[in-house]
T-cell receptor, first 109, second 112 residues
Framework: QKEVEQDPGPLSVPEGAIVSLNCTYSNSAFQYFMWYRQYSRKGPELLMYTYSSGNKEDGRFTAQVDKSSKYISLFIRDSQPSDSATYLC?????????FGSGTKLNVKP | KAGVTQTPRYLIKTRGQQVTLSCSPISGHRSVSWYQQTPGQGLQFLFEYFSETQRNKGNFPGRFSGRQFSNSRSEMNVSTLELGDSALYLCASQTSGRDEQYFGPGTRLTVT
């Protein structure tokens, strides 16, 4: 079983939709959770960084961590075609990062 | 502040050759990690260097090696290249331990 599981998609939504991206994990020791956005042929760009459980909002993006369920989510409100990218979740423990395989999102104009 | 830079951006090599990739972290960042990204396997951790010492290592063969210099710049070397080594190699830096990790644009290596 992988440490971090993420649905690869692709996920296709119309412009303006609310997008929900999710990851599950198996190691209850994870404390730090991140979301990265990666455009084609570019390096991942850090979007959100959260510690422990709870919600964090930044503009149209909201990151949610539910440690009891070992489940994290990224919500994108009012999605735009420019949000079309692959979204990677990541977790950190003992000086090591664990990445999901990424969900490819396509926002159609 | 300048971001993480990687050189070269693109590289084509032949099987059996060796290659060296370079990474300059964000100023003030002492930790540099290397990852291999392929469509099938996703992001796979190679190794991490902190203050010139390898702090963590992934499950890659000994053909993959790295080092870090006193200015925190890092190099990664792959010897005896195989076709399966074709990938995007990403470098990421962070200040120390439990901090956000910032990625460079990557070096796309093609082995023919």
């Amino acid at each position: 079983q992988k440490e971090v599981e993420q649905d690869p998609g692709p996920l296709s939504v119309p412009e303006g939709a609310i997008v929900s991206l999710n990851c599950t994990y198996s190691n209850s020791a994870f404390q730090y959770f991140m979301w990265y956005r990666q455009y084609s042929r570019k390096g991942p760009e850090l979007l959100m960084y959260t510690y422990s459980s709870g919600n964090k909002e930044d503009g149209r993006f909201t990151a949610q961590v539910d440690k009891s369920s070992k489940y994290i989510s990224l919500f994108i409100r009012d999605s735009q075609p420019s949000d079309s990218a692959t979204y990677l979740c990541a977790m950190y423990n003992f000086n090591k990062f664990y990445f999901g395989s990424g969900t490819k999102l396509n926002v159609k104009p | 502040k300048a971001g993480v830079t990687q050189t070269p951006r693109y590289l084509i090599k032949t099987r059996g050759q060796q290659v060296t990739l370079s990474c300059s972290p964000i100023s003030g960042h002492r930790s540099v990690s290397w990852y291999q990204q392929t469509p099938g396997q996703g992001l796979q951790f190679l190794f991490e260097y902190f203050s010139e010492t390898q702090r963590n290592k992934g499950n890659f063969p000994g053909r993959f090696s790295g080092r870090q210099f006193s200015n925190s710049r890092s190099e990664m070397n792959v010897s005896t290249l195989e076709l399966g080594d074709s990938a995007l190699y990403l470098c990421a830096s962070q200040t120390s331990g439990r901090d956000e990790q910032y990625f460079g644009p990557g070096t796309r290596l093609t082995v023919t």
